[in-house]
Every structure is written in C-alpha cells, then in structure tokens.
C-alpha cells in the first residue's frame, strides 16, 4: 500500500462535496491526477460530454450538474492496496433532457458502487460498477410514477 487511505479518503470526500456537489470545476486538479482515466460506460446517459480523461470527466460533471442537479454521498466500502471500492448514493432532479428523455422535473434517488485507484494522493483510474441502461431505467421508474398517468 503506497498510498494512505487517510489522505486519500479525505481526498474523495472533499471531490464529493467541492467538485461534485458544489460544481467547483477550477479545483478538479486537487483531486484527479493529469493522467486520470475512467473505465466507465456512460453512453447509455447520452451526454453530449465526451472523453475518459480529465477534461473528459470535468465536461461531463458540468452537463450532468445542469440536467440532474445531483447530490453524491460517497461510503469508503473495502480497500484493495492503492484502489478504494465505494458505495455510491445519487439522489437529484430531472431539469434537463438527457437519455433522450425531456425534462420533468421530478427528483430521483438511485445508489450504485465503483472503484477508484489512487496515485500521488490524486484519484488515477477508476471505474463505475453499474449498468448504465439499468440505472436510468431505475431513474424513469421513479420519474413516471410522480407523473400523473395523462402527463406520461
């Protein structure tokens, strides 16, 4: 283990609530190392962010903070040497379309896992450990049923 999980824990919290939750784009690089990459399929959300990079991850942070207004709270589950694996709760509005779906209005809450491996106490790689398509199934269910039946 060449990273301390102290640091980086703290590390991911403050991501969580500076970058994620506060959409403070201009301190990205406080928490994802340049060479940053990520192993996760996003196609099924339909951004129009592209990229597995940094730049790739700060475009897609930026639509995702428009068309869902999300919370994130992430939940240090297990380590693995230099990789931590989370547990994940989104919980957010539907403000804008996304997935091909208009906006409704309607809030969501979904929970799903990852894993993220650390190098100079900066988050390196990492990967959602979802389904994509299955997730946002998840999210219209919870929509559609705050839709009265004429609306959907």
Not at 75 to 92: I, K, P
Request: include cysteine.
């Amino acid at each position: 283990m060449g990273e301390d999980r102290v640091a980086c824990e703290r590390n991911l919290q403050e991501y969580v609530e500076v970058i994620l939750n506060n959409g403070q784009m201009d301190r990205l690089g406080e928490f994802i190392h340049p060479d940053f990459v990520t192993h996760t399929d996003e196609s099924a959300l339909e951004l129009d962010a592209q990229g597995d990079d940094r730049d790739g991850i700060k475009e897609a942070i930026a639509e995702l903070r428009e068309k869902l207004l999300p919370r994130y709270s992430a939940t240090v589950v297990r380590w693995e040497g230099d990789t931590v694996h989370l547990a994940w709760t989104l919980s957010g509005t539907h403000v804008g379309r996304i997935m091909g779906y208009e906006p409704t209005g309607k809030s969501f809450q979904v929970n799903y896992t990852s894993w993220c491996r650390y190098a100079d106490g900066l988050a390196i790689e990492a990967k959602g450990e979802w389904d994509p398509a299955e997730t946002m199934n998840e999210i219209r269910k919870q929509i559609e049923a705050q839709i009265e039946p004429a609306q959907v």
